[in-house]
């Protein structure tokens, strides 16, 4: 009868965690024990909502600082150092970071691990593919919801907008997607990976004036990091290869 009742309370107090953990907890005080047993709820809450920031992100995959492969080469700014990219300073101040450099150079791959690191200190990210949130953002103007749609970005602390430069947009698509970065504009801090470099910009956009804009919001309180080097996929492609060869 005790067992369930404490199940009963911890259901009644939103103690999700403490009812299925306290019979395991081994201690020699009472103190002690309360500790145990406070540490565990604190730790499972954190986990848990770690997980579910992780989910709402919507990353295409799961990578982490911990297995970013260091020797790929990235050339930072003098504007800031590695260790405060890993600290996400930049989220604090609402600055924004540029990835910029050729396909397979570990821009995706580390703004995937800065948004999952983000999503370990509690904060609200989102992870588009550029072609893919365009594709969104017009249909969501289309059935008059881009601006619920909006509203909710605003409520993130980082938004991703991966492989910029891959897909040309329409008119259309390349004005809402102007005003997602409008709306983020000295408010969320956003990462922007691209293949391009900011002159050829205009044949993503096909506009100018509207591609200078763009420009413009990304840059301001912005840090330009410059990946290069060869392909990291095809390495380890040409790698996996020459092992098949030799065995």
């Known amino acids: 009868m005790n067992a369930s009742h404490i199940q009963d309370y911890c259901k009644k107090l939103k103690l ?5 953990a306290y019979h395991h907890i081994e201690a020699e005080t009472r103190e002690e024990f309360l500790l145990k047993l406070l540490e565990i709820e604190l730790h499972s809450r954190q986990t848990a909502k770690m997980e579910r920031l992780v989910k709402k992100a919507g990353f295409s995959n799961h990578k982490t600082l911990e297995d970013y492969d260091s020797s790929l080469s990235i050339t930072l700014p003098p504007s800031i150092m590695l260790d405060e990219l890993k600290n996400l300073s930049f989220l604090e101040k609402k600055e924004n970071v540029m990835m910029v450099g050729t396909v397979g150079t570990g821009k995706s ?18 992870f588009y593919r550029v072609g893919d949130l365009v594709s969104k953002l017009l249909e969501k103007h289309h059935n008059g919801s881009i601006n619920r749609f909006l509203r909710d970005l605003k409520k993130a602390d980082l938004v991703i907008l991966d492989e910029l430069g891959f897909i040309p947009f329409h008119k259309d698509g390349a004005e809402l997607l102007f005003s997602v970065i409008a709306e983020c504009y000295e ?9 391009l470099e900011f002159g050829q910009w205009n044949t993503v956009f096909g506009d100018k004036r509207l591609t200078a804009a763009i420009i413009d ?14 392909s990291y996929r095809l390495r380890n492609a040409l790698s996996k290869a020459d092992e098949t060869r030799q065995n």
């Open 187 to 195: 408010q969320t801090s956003i990462i922007v990976t691209s293949n």
């Open 217 to 230: 919001r990304l840059v301001h309180h912005a840090h330009i990091l410059s990946f290069s080097g060869e």
């Open 16 to 20: 999700a965690y403490i009812g299925e």
């Open 109 to 126: 791959h580390f703004s995937t691990a800065l948004g999952v690191e983000a999503c370990r200190h509690g904060k609200e990210v989102r």
